[in-house]
């Protein structure tokens, strides 16, 4: 087995944890995988992401529609959807990534996957598109919580 | 934010962006402090660093100018700044100021930084939002076009 595919089995499911524990703790949503993941774009009118500095450096997204990220960001904060400004909402997206990678992070600091976090950042648009370098691995996955989907791709730089 | 530490992206953008493809760059005024929100011009390149304190540079371009980079720097022909390899030169060109500037830094102020590798995000006005970062940008002229360049860094000395 090649080592980008051990990297993949190790930090992949860690990823899928903390992505769903984060979630269910911080607005008590439950987030179920989905099969139906075969797109490879970003699929989201937001990306929360971080560059991850290790051995081998990684670029975690967690992309999702406004509708997704409002509704999440509402049961985090405790705001009425409505209530909710674009800073909020972007912060909270933001924040979403920074505990997902946090938590990978922790799981994997005593083995040689570890890595360092970034500042996080917020993309924002109808038509963005995060490019990277020809044969670049990824691993993405899609999640799904009361209706609405999300998308989790870290891409091995 | 210290002066020493932003000076040397900003300088170094004008000199590599000139040496590469030989492009006149000249600055519309000095830093300011930016927004918390970038509406990008149209190619938005980030390369993140990591060591004693994190930081991150974004180079954000008007679409012209970026066409006219990659041909200069590629000789080569583009239409459009979605091209491969239009999108890569701008990465590129990140890349190559992050390392220079970074090392100066590193040698003034013992910083240990590491460089990831550029993401690049292609869409005229979407938003970059940094969400709890402070970030200082200065804005360029060319004669293919608009740029800017926005340096941030999270900790202290």
Known sequence: MSEMQDRINLLGPHFIQAIQEVIATMSGMTVTEINDCSNSGVDGEISSAMVLVGEKNMLATISMPQETAALLVSYMTGTPIGKITPEELYDGVAELVNMVAGQVKTFVGATPYRFQLTSPFVIVGKSYSIVHKNQVTTFWKCFETSGLKLQLKIYFL | ?157
């Open chain 2, 1 to 157: 934010m210290r002066q020493e530490m932003i000076a040397p992206f900003l300088q170094s953008t004008q000199n590599m962006i000139e040496q590469m493809s030989g492009i006149t760059v000249t600055a519309d005024g000095g830093f300011y402090e930016e927004q918390s929100e970038l509406v990008s011009l149209g190619l938005a390149t980030l390369v993140s660093f990591a060591g004693k304190v994190k930081g991150r540079l974004l180079i954000d371009m008007e679409p012209s100018l970026a066409v006219a980079f990659a041909k200069a720097v590629n000789d080569e022909n583009y239409t459009s700044d979605r091209e491969f390899m239009v999108l890569m030169s701008a990465g590129e060109l990140n890349n190559i100021v992050a390392g220079d500037a970074n090392t100066l830094i590193n040698n003034q102020f013992q910083l240990d930084l590491r460089l990831a590798p550029p993401v690049i995000i292609s869409g005229v006005g979407s938003i970059i939002r940094i969400p709890k970062i402070s970030s200082m940008s200065a804005n360029l002229m060319t004669l293919q076009g608009k740029l800017k360049v926005n340096i941030a860094f999270e900790g202290s000395l």
